[in-house]
T-cell receptor, first 119, second 115 residues
Framework: AQKITQTQPGMFVQEKEAVTLDCTYD???????LFWYKQPSSGEMIFLIYQGSYDQQNATEGRYSLNFQKARKSANLVISASQLGDSAMYFCAMREGRGSGGSNYKLTFGKGTLLTVNP | EAGVAQSPRYKIIEKRQSVAFWCNPI?????LYWYQQILGQGPKLLIQ????????DSQLPKDRFSAERLKGVDSTLKIQPAKLEDSAVYLCASSLGVLRNQPQHFGDGTRLSIL
């Protein structure tokens, strides 16, 4: 079974509008972390935001916020006031697992959503 | 702070040849990762180092791929011999440690094309 599912291969949004990118995850580990990364066409992966499974509040970082619904196992990324520079691939990722001494936290990525911001 | 450095940026080789990639992590980062990203997919972890020890190499095709991290800083990833299906972007990442909330920081990647 897929651990991270991103159901939107592509999304379009008008500049200055908000957009939500979907992410659902599957884990039986009670302790896990969820990450969103942005990958522009140049190829680098840029860390955007983190949400821990025990965090009581939704994470926010500037124009990025994470709509965390634990019971539904979803961690959607909301980008407010979209800018042309937001056009990129967006990946949701999860870190779970317990190795000895906590040294085995794998990061598993979804397949990504390609966001295009139109002027 | 300087980011994760990778080289080369691009590499084109023929199948059955060998190739090596280099990565220099962010200073002070104990954990280093190599990922393979095939076109249209998310990155897949190949190997994880904690200092100079291997933590996880369960998805590394060990018959052709090898990696080392001497002295717990720089790392090299080698493919020998290369196959057509190895065409991908190879990403190196590092993190301060392995706590759940410590993000991985990625380099620009090496885009490998196998002819």
């Amino acid at each position: 079974a897929q651990k991270i599912t991103q159901t939107q291969p592509g999304m379009f949004v008008q500049e200055k509008e908000a957009v939500t990118l979907d992410c659902t995850y599957d884990t039986s580990d009670p302790s896990y972390g969820l990450f969103w990364y942005k990958q522009p066409s140049s190829g680098e992966m840029i860390f955007l935001i983190y949400q821990g499974s025990y965090d009581q509040q939704n994470a926010t970082e500037g124009r990025y916020s994470l709509n965390f619904q634990k019971a539904r196992k979803s961690a959607n990324l909301v980008i407010s006031a979209s800018q042309l520079g937001d056009s990129a691939m967006y990946f949701c990722a999860m870190r779970e697992g317990r190795g000895s001494g906590g040294s085995n936290y794998k990061l598993t990525f979804g397949k990504g959503t390609l966001l295009t911001v139109n002027p | 702070e300087a980011g994760v450095a990778q080289s080369p940026r691009y590499k084109i080789i023929e199948k059955r040849q060998s190739v090596a990639f280099w990565c220099n992590p962010i200073s002070g980062h104990a954990t280093l990762y190599w990922y393979q990203q095939i076109l249209g997919q998310g990155p897949k972890l190949l190997i994880q180092f904690q200092n100079n020890g291997v933590v996880d190499d369960s998805q590394l095709p060990k018959d052709r791929f090898s990696a080392e991290r001497l002295k717990g800083v720089d790392s090299t990833l080698k493919i020998q011999p290369a196959k057509l299906e190895d065409s991908a972007v190879y990403l190196c990442a590092s993190s301060l440690g392995v706590l759940r909330n410590q993000p991985q920081h990625f380099g620009d990647g090496t885009r490998l094309s196998i002819l």
